[in-house]
């Protein structure tokens, strides 16, 4: 089992490309989510998915789409990136949203320089 | 009062020491706490769940009080490779969705 999958590892951009990191499981997870962590903030939700054509908004969801056509598949999109984008971008997801199910588990990581 | 509140340390200590971090949470319906630990830009990894009636993993030993609203991690016998952040995470819910909100995470150095 892989696991939580997330590609590219590192990116780098210029201020107004768009650009999609891309996450996937193999665990047959219904819960998909996607936090960036930055220094002194801690991870912060950005998008989240509870099933195939599900997707709501976290905490900071502004600059980013993201869809969930497959279970397995959840791309988070930038529209038009900004230095304040500039990021680690993590990938989670769970069983479920449920007590005993909301065990998150975390892809690698994808680090993200706006310039 | 933020939801979830960590000290961030860095906690210093000395090989075999106890050490303790509590965090805090503002939810008061919250019902699902969790222990994670994450190494310098690695991912976080689940640490332990935290149950009601406390659990005990090895050196690792986690409490939750709901009457205070926070839940402690005591890690026993420091070991160098304990040196992490350990960030604590609270479910909550999010338009009508349950989803966790993690705390900033508090720094452990365990030196020789």
């Known amino acids: 089992n892989a696991g939580v999958t997330q590609t590219p590892k590192f990116q780098v951009l210029k201020t107004g490309q768009s650009m999609t990191l891309q996450c996937a499981q193999d665990m047959n997870h219904e819960y998909m989510s996607w936090y960036r962590q930055d220094p002194g903030m801690g991870l912060r939700l950005i998008h989240y998915s509870v099933g195939a054509g599900i997707t709501d908004q976290g905490e900071v969801p502004n600059g980013y789409n993201v869809s969930r056509s497959t279970t397995e598949d959840f791309p988070l999109r930038l529209l038009s990136a900004a230095p304040s984008q500039t990021s680690v971008y993590f990938c989670?997801?769970?069983?479920?949203?449920?007590?005993?199910?909301?065990?998150?588990?975390f892809g690698a990581g994808s680090r993200l320089t706006v310039l | 009062r933020k939801e979830v509140e960590q000290d961030p340390g860095p906690f210093n200590v000395p090989e075999g020491a106890t050490v303790a971090f509590n965090c805090t949470y503002s939810n008061s319906a919250s019902q699902s706490f969790f222990w994670y630990r994450q190494d310098c830009r690695k991912e976080p990894k689940l640490l332990m769940s935290?149950?009601?009636s406390g659990n005990e993993d090895g050196r690792f030993t986690a409490q939750l009080n709901r009457a205070s609203q926070y839940i402690s991690l005591l890690i026993r016998d420091s070991k160098l490779s304990d040196s992490a952040t350990y960030l604590c995470a609270v479910n909550s819910k999010n338009s009508g969705y349950s989803t966790l909100t993690f705390g900033k995470g508090t720094m452990l150095l365990v030196s020789p």
């Open positions: 935290v149950y009601s």
């Open positions: 989670a997801s769970s069983q479920g949203t449920a007590p005993g199910a909301n065990v998150l588990t």
